[in-house]
């Protein structure tokens, strides 16, 4: 992963991102007590700002906090980050994350009203590599041993850092979940697969993260005439699926050609993840120099 940009926002402030301090009695330094976003940004264009910035305010408010700022506000900071950048327009992606705030001591409960603490930066956005629009990405399987929120976006994401190390340990890109013999997610991404030449993600449920990506993966599928569908996917299904896709904010939406040593369909990056993929581009190009 590429060193963030050295300019941050914190707490009202610009300033080098080496230089940004926060107490070390915030609640998301000792509890992991925030929610956070991020969100790829194309030719300096934000994309799905309101979707992004509606699933924070969802976030924030399953955790008993409300948005700290407005949405004027958001845009502008995102506008300077953008800006301060000095990439010349080249693709990045923000992360932004707002957390309870510090309060004097460390306690469970009651829930504090202290002054929420907002941090936001922006990095280059990863270039997919054409080995995997090639050949496609090598995955392995793993129970779901995530808590059982897992439609907030929370900053606490050791159990997803544990289940992707998982796959650096077999040499593979990323760990896909079952939970009692059903597909939930990835540890950082959307699954889909490919069930009789129908495109299939499970449905959203607390044990499934709300994907902007996933979202924009099914009406880009509809687009094109690939008939989809939110609906549960067996552990039998994935394993036999014709073809399998991640996609996240930093991945868009890649192939997976392998799940635990085994090819998925033909081995290779299917026909319906090139013309998804191919539609995603297509539509990024549309969308550039449009009002965000």
């Given at each position: 992963m590429?060193?963030p940009?050295?300019?941050c926002?914190?707490?009202?402030?610009?300033?080098p991102?080496?230089?940004a301090?926060?107490?070390?009695l915030?609640?998301?330094f000792?509890?992991?007590?925030?929610?956070?976003?991020?969100?790829p940004?194309?030719g300096g264009?934000p994309f799905?700002l309101?979707a992004?910035?509606?699933?924070?305010?969802?976030s924030l408010?399953e955790?008993?906090?409300?948005d700290?700022?407005?949405?004027?506000?958001?845009?502008?900071?995102?506008s300077?980050?953008?800006e301060r950048?000095g990439?010349?327009g080249?693709?990045q992606?923000?992360y932004?994350q707002v957390?309870?705030?510090?309060e004097r001591?460390r306690n469970?409960a009651?829930l504090?009203?202290?002054?929420r603490?907002v941090f936001?930066?922006?990095?280059?956005?990863?270039?997919?590599?054409s080995?995997v629009?090639e050949k496609?990405?090598?995955c392995?399987?793993a129970a779901?041993t995530r808590?059982?929120r897992?439609d907030?976006?929370?900053?606490a994401?050791?159990?997803?850092v544990?289940l992707?190390?998982?796959a650096?340990?077999?040499g593979?890109a990323?760990?896909i979940?079952l939970?009692?013999?059903?597909?939930t997610?990835?540890s950082?991404?959307?699954?889909?697969?490919?069930?009789g030449?129908?495109?299939?993600t499970?449905?959203n449920?607390r044990?499934i993260?709300?994907?902007?990506t996933?979202t924009?993966?099914?009406?880009?599928?509809?687009?094109i005439?690939?008939?989809?569908?939110?609906a549960?996917v067996?552990?039998?299904?994935?394993?036999?699926?014709e073809?399998i896709?991640?996609s996240?904010?930093?991945r868009?939406?890649q192939?997976?050609s392998s799940?635990?040593?085994r090819?998925?369909?033909?081995?290779r990056?299917?026909?319906l993840w090139?013309?998804v993929y191919e539609?995603f581009?297509?539509w990024?190009?549309?969308l550039q120099?449009k009002p965000?």
């Open positions: 590429a060193a940009f050295p300019t926002y914190l707490n009202g402030d610009y300033l991102i080496g230089e301090r926060v107490s070390p915030d609640r998301g000792l509890f992991g007590d925030g929610a956070y976003e991020v969100m940004v194309y264009r799905r309101e992004h910035c509606n699933r924070l305010t969802r408010a955790l008993r906090m409300g700290p700022l407005s949405r004027e506000q958001w845009r502008e900071i995102f300077s980050l953008i950048s990439d010349g080249g693709d992606y923000l932004w957390t309870r705030g510090a001591g469970h009651p504090p009203e202290v002054p603490t936001a930066f922006s990095c280059p956005l990863p270039a997919i590599p080995t629009l496609g990405l090598a392995v399987t779901d808590w059982a897992c907030i976006k929370s900053t994401l050791l159990a997803n544990l992707r190390q998982l650096v340990d077999a593979a990323e760990t979940l939970r009692d013999g059903q597909l997610d990835a950082a991404s959307a699954v889909h697969a490919v069930i030449g129908e495109l299939r499970p449905p449920s044990e993260l709300p994907s902007t996933r924009v993966v099914e009406e880009l599928a509809a687009r005439g690939i008939p989809w569908r939110a549960p067996s552990e039998t299904e994935l394993r036999g699926a073809e896709w991640i996240a904010a930093t868009e939406v192939p997976v799940l635990d040593g090819p998925v369909g033909g081995g990056p299917g026909v090139r013309r539609e581009q297509r990024k190009r549309e120099g965000w």
